[in-house]
């Protein structure tokens, strides 16, 4: 054995030809400051062992690499910009070293070859991959750019129009389009990976296959004319800006990275990826995003750790859109469903949205036009409850009615067998009220499912006050199977989503009674706070009869904070009929585009009613609106965890950004507390205390703000010291 160490290791695979083989203790292979390190090793090794003619990399797990380990990326980040720079630059001088070895270099890419493993690739003369190989560059996705050359070496290697699309959108690729725009040069099956990666390398020894001509494009400057640069890099700046925003700078840094880059070599573009990236790094950006993704990570390790038992059959009662998207998704996954309704032309709509759902993953290649006509086959529209008594998972899915819903559960339980669990899809009403009527409540919970359902990834599950462990267990994971990421919640008027979120719908009510403007609200909750909608664009989309009712439940559950409030405008527009985009009037005009998408225009009738109902109107600064709309919604998040309705700020903040879409970029409630300071906002939030309970801020946030603590733990040390590396 030339080297070994935990996660590297180095032996001749035949005369001349050495293996490099990353074959790390866990089931996976990361590339963390570590294994960076021992490939440093490994490379000194190399460097000074006598008769070498070429190099494989390989792996010995079912990916290559599967990229950094990012739970390091928050200590990395907080690491001092000269220190972070340091060990940024001894990174590449590794990939450098890998990259000028003076004998020809392949890797045989099994699987996944993501970000740093990527990078890692590409600092070799070839890459041939199996069939399953996925590789591409997902930083941006973190808020971060390439920091190991891909941003210098991609676009070398497949032209700056492809190396963009990779890295600005964090994506990657299958082994065919890999092959196709030269990031790879052959798929080979996986048993014959090894010798196919020998035979290459032998062919590149006796000089049949040029590798130092290979090697070159990506260590000298790109081959551009300034006229294709300048054409490039403006179609990509105005595209990026387009679909990432203001508020995502990784795309465009990572654009103005490789512009600048264009003409110089290697080395010196390496320097001004390394600049960026740190820059990127200090950014909150970055750290709400990592901190999204250790929060989903989170989450799925309590799913994991929640397994059960999958139903053979499901039952889902009330078709329409809801029900029809629930059996949709069930069907999706392998788990045929029963769609159960009184009416004809409900179970009509529920079928018709599963089968455009199903026809459109045609259409667009995701699916096979036997597999659409076996999914929707798996899906069985009836009138009576006889099927329904097989199904080992019941999602009852009716009108939003207590007493609708009580009935509807307790006929269904009747004709169930006694493992058999039942779920309510309820926005609002507490679960525990609704298993009054249920001989076996311990089988009942809650399933909370959010529209559209096929696109929205968050489950509430919500265990009353009698609720079995064992039935949360195996809604969970029907809800995982399901592709959803379930969260599980205590019981309450509104559970956890609904709940945080009628405050903010108050904030709005508030600021319109005071005379605001619903369209300057709007514009500043989705430009400026980040929102997808703003409250009143939200309200029309939800239904202004659907909030108004929750609306009634809140009031009735919290009418201390959540009470009546005097002119409301929900109230208003609901006496008005006008319910949104369900019948085309609400804040907005609805009317449907050629594309058949519904498209908002401003009425100024309702402009003016709102206006009179407020009796007077007043212009509020960009900061006084966020505030008066988030101060409400953020209080109630730190309530439901004070009381364990959800149970950790990881939890909660996954729960908002899944289910509300609050502004990925802030990471959540509480990694936006967090990055303002407690005591910041706690100073902040009292100026607005005369505004009534809502405004009130709770006893325990205001402690921790005295203590100088944080939601989330200060990001631990790795265990690399920086500075050593470097």
């Not at 919500?462 to 379930?486: C, F, Q």
Request: with cysteine.
């Amino acid at each position: 054995m030339l080297y070994q160490s935990e996660n590297i290791q180095a032996d001749w695979v035949k005369q001349g030809i050495v293996e490099l083989i990353f074959n790390a203790k866990g089931s996976i292979n990361k590339l963390d400051t570590k294994t960076v390190a021992m490939l440093s090793e490994a490379l000194t090794v190399l460097e000074a062992t006598p008769g070498l003619k070429g190099v494989i990399l390989r792996s010995e797990k079912p990916a290559f690499i599967v990229g950094a380990d990012i739970t390091e990326f928050l200590s990395l980040f907080d690491a001092p910009e000269e220190e972070l720079t340091q060990w940024l630059h001894f990174s590449n001088q590794i990939f450098s070293r890998l990259e000028d070895l003076p004998v020809p270099t392949v890797s045989a890419i099994n699987g996944y070859a993501l970000g740093g493993g990527c990078e890692c690739v590409l600092a070799t003369d070839f890459r041939i991959a199996s069939p399953d190989l996925r590789i591409g560059l997902p930083e941006t996705k973190l808020g971060i750019m390439p920091g190991f050359g891909g941003s210098v070496r991609l676009p070398r290697l497949i032209g700056v129009d492809n190396a963009l699309e990779i890295i600005t959108a964090g994506k990657d690729v299958d082994a065919q389009t890999a092959l196709k725009n030269g990031l790879i040069q052959a798929i080979v099956p996986l048993e014959n990976l090894k010798e196919s990666a020998i035979s290459l390398i032998e062919q590149a020894i006796e000089g049949k296959i040029d590798w130092k001509a290979a090697r070159h494009p990506k260590i000298a400057p790109l081959r551009l004319t300034e006229l294709e640069h300048k054409m490039s890099f403006s179609v990509a700046k105005g595209m990026v800006m387009k679909v990432a925003g203001p508020h995502y700078p990784a795309p465009i840094t990572a654009v103005r990275t490789i512009e600048k880059a264009a003409f110089l070599n290697r080395d010196e573009a390496l320097a001004i990826e390394t600049e960026n990236f740190v820059k990127l790094t200090r950014t909150d950006v970055a750290k709400a995003l990592v901190g999204i993704f250790l929060n989903d990570q989170y989450v799925k390790n309590i799913t994991k750790k929640r397994h059960a038992e999958l139903p053979k059959q499901a039952a889902v009662l009330g078709a329409g859109i809801m029900g029809g998207g629930i059996s949709y998704q069930s069907a999706l996954k392998g788990i045929p469903v029963v769609m159960k309704d009184i009416n004809q032309k409900s179970l009509e709509l529920g079928m018709n949205e599963a089968l455009s759902l199903l026809q459109k993953r045609q259409e667009k290649g995701r699916m096979s036009a036997v597999d659409m006509a076996k999914t929707l086959a798996s899906i069985q529209p009836t009138l009576n409850y006889v099927s329904v008594s097989d199904a080992d998972v019941v999602v009852e899915a009716v009108v939003e009615n207590p007493k609708v819903k009580a009935t509807v559960l307790a006929e269904t339980e009747a004709l169930l067998a006694d493992h058999a669990v039942l779920a309510s899809n309820t926005s609002t009403i507490p679960i525990s009220l609704l298993a009054k009527s249920l001989k076996r409540p311990e089988n009942f919970c809650g399933m909370h499912f959010f529209n559209p359902v096929h696109r929205m990834p968050l489950v509430e599950i919500i265990k009353g006050e009698k609720t079995s462990e064992e039935t949360i267990n195996r809604i969970v994971s029907y809800a995982s199977k399901m592709g959803k990421t379930p969260i599980i919640v205590n019981d309450c008027p509104g559970f956890f989503v609904n709940r945080v979120l009628f405050p903010y719908f108050a904030g709005f009510s508030l600021l319109l009674r005071d005379g605001a403007d619903f369209l300057a609200v709007d514009k500043v909750m989705e430009k400026v706070f980040g929102w997808p909608m703003g409250p009143a664009y939200l309200l029309d989309v939800v239904g202004i009869d659907t909030a108004n009712h929750a609306q009634a439940v809140m009031a009735q559950g919290f009418p201390d904070r959540m009470g009546t409030i005097e002119r409301d405008a929900i109230a208003l527009l609901y006496e008005q009929q006008r319910y949104g985009q369900k019948n085309n009037h609400g804040f907005y005009n609805y009317a449907v585009d050629k594309r058949g998408k519904k498209q908002k225009s401003v009425d100024g009738q309702i402009q003016t009613l709102i206006q009179q109902n407020a009796g007077k109107t007043q212009e509020f600064s960009q900061d006084v609106i966020i505030a008066r709309m988030m101060i409400p919604m953020i209080n109630e998040v730190i309530r439901c965890l004070d009381e364990g309705i959800i149970a950790s700020p990881a939890e909660a903040d996954i729960a908002l950004v899944y289910g509300l879409g609050f502004p990925p970029f802030r990471g959540g409630v509480f990694r936006y507390l967090d990055t303002i300071g407690l005591a910041q906002f706690v100073a902040d939030a009292q100026q607005y205390a005369s505004l009534g309970s809502l405004y009130q801020i709770p006893e325990s946030l205001k402690q921790k703000a005295q203590r100088n603590e944080t939601y989330y733990p200060k990001p631990a040390k790795v265990d690399v010291n920086i500075r050593e590396l470097a």
